[in-house]
């Protein structure tokens, strides 16, 4: 019985002293203010990755003997830099998306400035859905012709 009564009245001193001081954290004078400085940029950190170029027939050209062609820079915005290995090690998966992008649209459809913006964001769903990390925030024509 002496032994019970021990062992309570340890648990005891043991929730009441150590555990609810624990639970209800240091007493508001023991709280020290600490002022950070933290650099926060308008946009996330990315590398740029070029693509290379791509010659290519427009769907509608396909009956016209391949007359017609773009001819078009690609360069990719990554976040974050740790990313951008992927981008190298799956370059010509990358590289065969664009061009079945590019490939299947008509002439009309890449006239227009707006329609090369709707281009652009193809381009980037499709290469972010082959990314494991990271994402590709922006697509650049670094040149675009079609002849």
């Known amino acids: 019985m002496l032994v019970v009564l021990g062992q309570a009245s340890i648990a005891y001193l043991l929730i009441n002293k150590i555990v609810i001081q624990r639970l209800a954290g240091p007493a508001v004078d023991e709280v020290e203010e600490v002022k950070v400085d933290i650099a926060i940029g308008d946009e996330p950190e990315r590398v740029y990755q070029e693509m290379g170029e791509f010659i290519?027939?427009?769907?509608?050209?396909?009956?016209?003997?391949?007359?017609?062609?773009?001819?078009?820079?690609?360069?990719?915005?990554?976040?974050?830099?740790?990313?951008?290995?992927?981008?190298?090690?799956?370059?010509?998966?990358?590289?065969?998306?664009?061009?079945?992008?590019?490939?299947?649209?008509?002439?009309?459809?890449?006239?227009?400035?707006?329609?090369?913006?709707?281009?652009?964001?193809?381009?980037?769903?499709?290469?972010?859905?082959?990314?494991?990390?990271?994402?590709?925030?922006?697509?650049?024509?670094r040149e675009f012709i079609i002849q």
């Open 56 to 141: 290519v027939n427009p769907a509608d050209t396909v009956t016209e003997n391949g007359l017609r062609y773009i001819k078009t820079q690609i360069s990719l915005g990554i976040s974050p830099a740790s990313a951008y290995g992927q981008l190298v090690a799956q370059q010509p998966k990358l590289r065969d998306a664009v061009i079945r992008i590019l490939s299947a649209k008509q002439v009309e459809q890449l006239d227009n400035p707006e329609d090369r913006e709707f281009i652009k964001d193809e381009i980037r769903f499709a290469v972010n859905r082959m990314l494991h990390r990271g994402e590709v925030l922006q697509v650049y024509f």
